[in-house]
């Protein structure tokens, strides 16, 4: 049976194990000659190339249309595959590798001249991680190479946890996706620096700032909080901290503050903008979803759950485009644990940031 294709994509999606097989085949033959293929991750669909050869480095970013200063991350099996593309792991490098590998821990160390330096847009570090989804694992280790991948979206849109949004950005414009379902976490890695000095978090993700904390048994010094009178001045620690991201079209009003002013000036601001006449959406967390009504309204999930919010967070930013809205009126929510890697993608999604208490300010 032959793979159906959308607009010269092939869509890989296997029910059975032969087919799961015929399927890593398949997308692992693409990559080893240097094509793309999105593939699937605990985190979110990732476009994957082969890590160690420039020209399919360099599709990765012109597909996406990335900036090219923006590094990639490198998908491997394990730490051995790892091992051979950074000069050392210090030993809390080890210790977090055990302890979050697989999963959505993506480490940044001091790479080889092995890695090609478009993967790492001329840095002399690469950012590492071992993913925890079988798919993946099972795809790199098929294309017998490291892959190289970013989130398989076009850059700035709210990034792919399902293999139909993938094919919203890239269908025609990569060889195949490999369809997993939907992805778990539904946001992306932790990105940590281990380069010499205090452990730098760079992006909050899957695996959080206490967690990293409790394992080192020291303090991780935060360089994410840039919005709010953060630690670095001048050039920001991580090219990509420097973009706006995840953005869906229509406007999007983060609304920051105490929670019982949040909730007023949640209510104040929709108001406001049904009396001019638009179609407003209005995201809450379960807790506040009778606070007023709205045109579009949806739950994320419980404020006390944050991981439900990341789960669901990018489908529904991707489901504001298809409705058509005419503007995003979204809760803030707790920045702690996962909270901090839900907060961290709506303030760079956020058109404009309205806090009740004069401590915010837009990204
Ligand atoms: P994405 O590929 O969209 O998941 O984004 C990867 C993130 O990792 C971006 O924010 C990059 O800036 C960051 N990153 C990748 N490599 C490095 C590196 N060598 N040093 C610091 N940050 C990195
Ligand atoms: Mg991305």
Redesign the pocket.
């Known amino acids: 049976m032959a793979w159906p294709n959308i607009k010269g994509t092939v869509v890989l999606k296997a029910s059975n194990g032969a087919d799961e097989e015929r399927a890593l085949l398949f997308a692992a033959e693409i990559l080893k000659k240097g094509g793309l293929v999105a593939f699937p991750t605990e985190t979110v669909y990732g476009l994957g190339g082969d890590a160690l050869n420039p020209g399919a480095v360099q599709n990765i970013y012109q597909v996406k249309q990335r900036p090219p200063d923006?590094?990639?991350?490198i998908h491997v099996t394990g730490m051995d595959q790892a091992a051979r593309l950074v000069k050392e792991i210090p030993p809390e490098a080890f210790l977090l590798a055990e302890n979050f590998w697989p999963g959505p821990l993506?480490m940044?160390l001091p790479k080889k001249d092995l890695v090609p330096d478009i993967t790492?847009a001329g840095?002399s570090?690469?950012?590492i991680r071992v993913p925890a989804h079988l798919l993946a694992r099972k795809l790199i280790h098929a294309a017998g190479v490291p892959l190289a991948a970013?989130?398989a979206n076009l850059s700035g849109r709210p990034s792919p946890t399902t293999a139909g949004h993938v094919l919203e950005d890239l269908a025609g414009r990569i060889e195949a996706v490999l369809d997993g379902g939907s992805c778990s976490v539904g946001v992306?890695?932790t990105?940590l620096?281990m380069l010499p000095g205090i452990p730098a978090l760079?992006?909050p993700g899957g695996i959080t700032l206490e967690m990293l904390e409790d394992v080192l048994k020291r303090k991780v010094l935060d360089l994410t909080i840039e919005g709010k009178g953060g630690v670095f001045k001048g050039a920001p620690?991580?090219?990509?901290?420097k973009y706006r991201h995840y953005a869906p079209r229509a406007p999007l009003y983060l609304v920051v503050g105490d929670y019982p002013a949040q909730r007023k000036q949640l209510v104040a601001l929709t108001e406001s903008f049904l009396m001019q006449g638009r179609k407003v959406a209005l995201l809450l967390s379960r807790e506040s979803a009778g606070i007023c009504p709205a045109p579009v309204l949806r739950v994320l999930g419980s404020r006390e759950k944050p991981a439900q919010i990341a789960k669901r967070l990018f489908a529904v930013l991707r489901e504001m485009d298809l409705l058509e809205v005419d503007v995003i009126v979204v809760e803030g929510f707790d920045e702690q644990g996962m909270g901090r890697a839900v907060m961290n993608r709506l303030r760079k999604a956020a058109a404009e940031i309205i806090s009740t208490d004069g401590k915010d300010s837009t990204w």
């Open positions: 923006n590094p990639l991350i993506t940044v790492t840095l570090s690469a950012a970013p989130s992306e890695s990105v620096s760079l992006r620690p991580s090219p990509g901290m």
